[in-house]
């Protein structure tokens, strides 16, 4: 239209503003001058490939560094920002990833990218790049792309700015706190210029001075289990974020209030990070929008990020989602967040990289089945149980629709079957992907209109900043579009309490006393001490306090990183097995494996020669989550086996036939690994799981093993042996959760798979023993009609049916040690269609017993766990046989009406 060039300028003009607004760095930025030799190390500009890229031409920095010229290398970064860069092996070339490395000098002095707009600096300069396709480019692509430089200068912390103590904003309707939120938010949206609109929509949003934010907003920070930050210097005192165990750790304590309380105290840490002003990712002032918690589905041992989440089960995910976000958002304050949580991955998320085929371009083909009963079962806990504030799409497609375009997902199901009041942000490029790597759009313009008009809000990435101002000119998108999503940000930065006075919220008060208190020390070591698994116990622990000497040996002994698992931040401290074992009794150490993926077996002698001298052998072996590595478990990659990596196999053969006792094996590692020849070795008497269990793993262990604490932690996924990866048949690409006979595929999970395993899913032993039975309380004559009616009307929140029975189980500890019982019981439909799960998580609990004490726990029976999905998605009511059962306790069973009849509940032992 006659319009579009005045609209260009206008929009060119205020991104000029948006720089202008950028505060400077007073430091030069680095030069790129040559230097001798090469290594992976030293890079070069390539005018061929228009990239930063390896190269025998390199060049080295030379400025602010250091008086003489000092060579660029990658390492970790002491404090995160999203200008995080690595070294890509396979393109040669530096790229943004998740890795968070930054570039630094050879006296470790941090090189960082910062917006060139931040800088002194010449655009003319050859140091000057852009930031585009997830590579460094020379500028000579269009001026809305992200232009990034290095420079050694700290950049100031970019504060959000006054809010509503802004003059101008005096009176103003958006900040009166008496207002609605609605009414609120229309006032904030119509004060916003276009260019602060669009600016707004990804996960560094830009400033938006005509409403009090001067500064920018980080939308993307981390807390999947402790405040992803460093240590901060806070009146002289080094503030640093505690580090909980990792989420499959957790979760392995069946304990909701312990999830609750965990997203408490990272809710309250987040909120104190905030306040104290801090810097986040790309050095803005440390958001209050936490992308967390994991929620996906473990659906297969081999992918990367199952440590994440709470397992294989979508009753204990849901639980966990509810509980975890419901602390972590909700406070004293009722009409305020504390922090926002965001669950992700939405939906189907479970690949990240097998034979080739990557998460970015990856299509989940999922029954409606399967769906309905497992992949949408913790996302509607986050958004109609928790409350959530927040989902992130994934970057899979769903049945050929990427999740951040697809409308069944984000807006049919998500707001509205499920009643979300939130925003939704894609996974980091996820919206470039869905043009690039799924080719489900041909351009930038189609592309951000099917995102947003799905239900999409905030792009995490820079694709919207480079294609919205076209698309809103040639009409792709309209004011709606673009207001909708601004309003479901801004809802949640209004819920957060940021355009409020201090004094109208308890939160603003949280500071650097609420982080890393003794109340969250102890936090941190109760989950690791409840979360770790005994998965077998020979009569050799608990050791008495006479054992002196102990052979601490191992590739994960002594390993400070490994104990935290991924997404962790800085911790006031980590305390490894050897540290903690070193409390309890005099310990020799050595690795004999250099690490866990090493093939060197030569420190196999040192290991072997201690353990014949020592009381007791430790071996602490596992996995961990190397990024650079290429068969760890972590995100990027899927495993391809499940035996131990390296040569720890033959390291735990011949450190157990040496020793003179029976050893104790520790597996600190996520997913499941397959412990077949350790479980039928008699030299190995004890195996304990630890899985990641952050800053207190060494305490938790040494505690365990001397029996200061009694294990009582259930695992959370099978443990499958190796054979399971070999079958042809189970391949990553297959979604289905249920099993298919005719191409011998057995099944995923607990639910379906009904082959043999190592360890199943629920297992987990203690010092003592507990005897239980089952007793059934029905109260209610139901007809199927009247039950099928209940399941329709909760389909969506199944915790809301009505309970239409109870299971009692009594537990007596008739051990000589008190002990905790955790109690999981499963409900399966004897009758069900071959469809139907082999068994379901009806509920379960925790009695904490001491010698011969007795106690029963109440699990209610709601009619929402009486049905069963059929191949449409749609739920009906179970008929027939139903059985309850708990391990160690004989089964008790009921029958179900079938349509049209009068039944009644008829309990039998």
């Known amino acids: 239209?006659?319009?579009?060039?005045?609209?260009?300028?206008?929009?060119?003009?205020?991104?000029?503003?948006f720089s202008a607004i950028a505060l400077a760095v007073t430091a030069s930025p680095l030069k790129l001058i040559p230097c001798d030799g090469d290594s992976a190390q030293h890079f070069a500009y390539s005018s061929v490939t228009n990239h930063i890229q390896q190269g025998s031409n390199c060049f080295r920095a030379s400025g602010p560094v250091a008086n003489n010229e000092q060579s660029l290398i990658l390492a970790p970064c002491g404090t995160d920002s999203s200008f995080n860069f690595t070294y890509d092996t396979v393109n040669h070339r530096i790229v943004h990833n998740d890795s968070r490395m930054c570039v630094d000098d050879d006296e470790g002095k941090q090189i960082y990218l910062f917006r060139c707009h931040d800088l002194p600096i010449d655009p003319s300069d050859n140091q000057y790049w852009m930031y585009s396709n997830n590579s460094f480019v020379h500028p000579n692509s269009t001026w809305l792309q992200l232009p990034l430089c290095l420079s050694t200068a700290s950049a100031p912390i970019k504060q959000f700015g006054p809010g509503c103590s802004d003059p101008k904003l005096q009176g103003a309707a958006m900040c009166d706190e008496t207002q609605t939120l609605d009414a609120r938010v229309d006032d904030y949206v119509r004060r916003l210029s276009l260019i602060e609109k669009l600016g707004g929509l990804s996960n560094e949003a830009n400033p938006m001075p005509s409403v009090g934010n001067t500064g920018g907003y980080e939308w993307w920070n981390e807390g999947l289990h402790g405040i992803l930050t460093g240590c901060h210097a806070v009146n002289d005192q080094q503030v640093c974020p505690t580090s909980f165990p990792q989420v499959i750790t957790t979760a392995s304590s069946w304990n909701t209030s312990l999830f609750s309380a965990i997203g408490t105290a990272i809710g309250r840490?987040?909120?104190?990070?905030?306040?104290?002003?801090?810097?986040?990712?790309?050095?803005?002032?440390?958001?209050?929008?936490?992308?967390?918690?994991?929620?996906?589905?473990?659906?297969?041992?081999?992918?990367?990020?199952?440590?994440?989440?709470?397992g294989e089960d979508p009753t204990l995910n849901a639980d966990y989602a509810a509980a975890f976000v419901s602390g972590m958002q909700f406070g004293p304050d009722p009409d305020r967040l504390r922090l926002s949580a965001c669950c992700k991955h939405y939906d189907a998320y479970s690949l990240e990289n097998w034979h080739g085929v990557i998460r970015t371009e990856f299509d989940?083909?999922?029954?409606?089945?399967?769906?309905?009963d497992t992949y949408y079962i913790p996302f509607a806990s986050c958004a109609n149980r928790a409350n959530a504030s927040g989902v992130m799409c994934s970057y899979n497609a769903v049945n050929g629709v990427p999740s951040c375009a697809n409308t069944e997902l984000l807006t049919t199901q998500l707001r509205g079957n499920w009643g979300f009041d939130g925003y939704v942000t894609s996974d980091c490029h996820a919206v470039q992907d869905v043009m690039e790597e799924h080719h489900y759009t041909s351009d930038g313009n189609q592309t951000v209109q099917d995102v947003l008009r799905a239900g999409m809000d905030s792009d995490c990435g820079p694709f919207f900043l480079a294609n919205l101002p076209n698309a809103y000119e040639n009409g792709s998108i309209t004011d709606d579009d673009v207001n909708k999503a601004i309003s479901n940000l801004a809802r949640v930065q209004f819920r957060l309490g940021i355009y409020d006075a201090p004094s109208s919220t308890p939160y603003s008060k949280l500071d650097a006393n609420d982080i890393d208190t003794s109340a969250h020390r102890q936090l941190a070591l109760e989950a690791a001490l409840q979360g770790v698994v005994l998965l077998k116990n020979d009569n050799t622990l608990p050791w008495s306090s006479e054992v002196k000497t102990l052979a601490v040996l191992g590739p994960n002994a002594n390993e400070t990183k490994t104990i935290q698992g991924n997404y962790a931040g800085a911790a006031p401290y980590l305390i490894t097995p050897l540290m903690g074992l070193s409390k309890y009794a005099s310990c020799s150490y050595a690795p004999g494996c250099v690490n866990v993926f090493?093939?060197?077996?030569s420190g196999f002698d040192q290991a072997v020669q201690l353990a014949k001298q020592a009381e007791r052998v430790v071996l602490v072996v596992g996995n961990n989550v190397a990024k650079d590595n290429p068969v760890a478990e972590r995100e990027g990659l899927d495993r391809t086996f499940l035996t131990f990596p390296g040569k720890q196999e033959e390291l735990i053969e011949q450190v157990a036939a040496a020793s003179t006792k029976p050893i104790v094996l520790v597996v600190i590692a996520g997913g499941c690994i397959d412990l077949t020849a350790a479980k039928s070795n008699a030299k190995v008497g004890a195996i304990l799981?630890?899985?990641?269990a952050g800053q207190s793993t060494g305490d938790a262990v040494a505690m365990t093993l001397f029996g200061d604490n009694n294990p009582s932690g259930r695992l959370t996924q099978t443990f499958y042996p190796q054979y399971y990866v070999e079958y042809n048949y189970v391949s990553m690409f297959n979604m289905n959760m249920r099993p298919d006979p005719e191409l011998d595929y057995p099944g995923r999970t607990h639910r379906f798979y009904n082959g043999s395993v190592v360890y199943p899913f629920g297992y987990g032993l203690s010092y003592t023993t507990f005897e239980r039975h089952l007793a059934l309380d029905i109260n209610h004559t139901i007809t199927y009609d009247q039950l099928a009616q209940w399941i329709t009307e909760s389909q969506y929140k199944p915790v809301d049916a009505p309970i239409v029975g109870t299971l009692n189980v009594t537990t007596q500890n008739t051990g000589s040690v008190a002990g905790t019982d955790t109690v999981i019981a499963f409900i399966s439909n004897l009758d069900g269609s071959s469809s139907a799960p082999l068994q379901d998580v009806l509920g379960y609990g925790r009695s904490i017993l001491s010698v011969s004490a007795i106690d029963t726990i109440s699990l209610p029976i709601r009619a929402s766990d009486l049905r069963l999905a059929d191949s449409k998605g749609a739920f009906s009511p179970m008929t027939g046989t139903v059985q309850l059962s708990v391990q160690g306790a004989a089964p008790v069973a009921f029958s179900l009406p079938r349509p049209s009849r009068l039944g009644q509940f008829k309990g039998s032992a």
């Open 598 to 601: 090493s093939n060197d077996t």
């Open 269 to 310: 840490e987040g909120r104190a990070f905030h306040n104290l002003q801090v810097g986040g990712f790309g050095n803005y002032q440390f958001g209050l929008t936490v992308w967390a918690p994991n929620v996906n589905i473990f659906r297969s041992p081999r992918w990367g990020r199952g440590h994440e989440t709470p």
């Open 689 to 692: 799981w630890s899985g990641y």
């Open 364 to 372: 989940a083909n999922v029954t409606q089945q399967d769906l309905a």
């Open 1 to 17: 239209s006659g319009k579009a060039p005045e609209l260009t300028c206008k929009m060119m003009a205020a991104w000029s503003v």
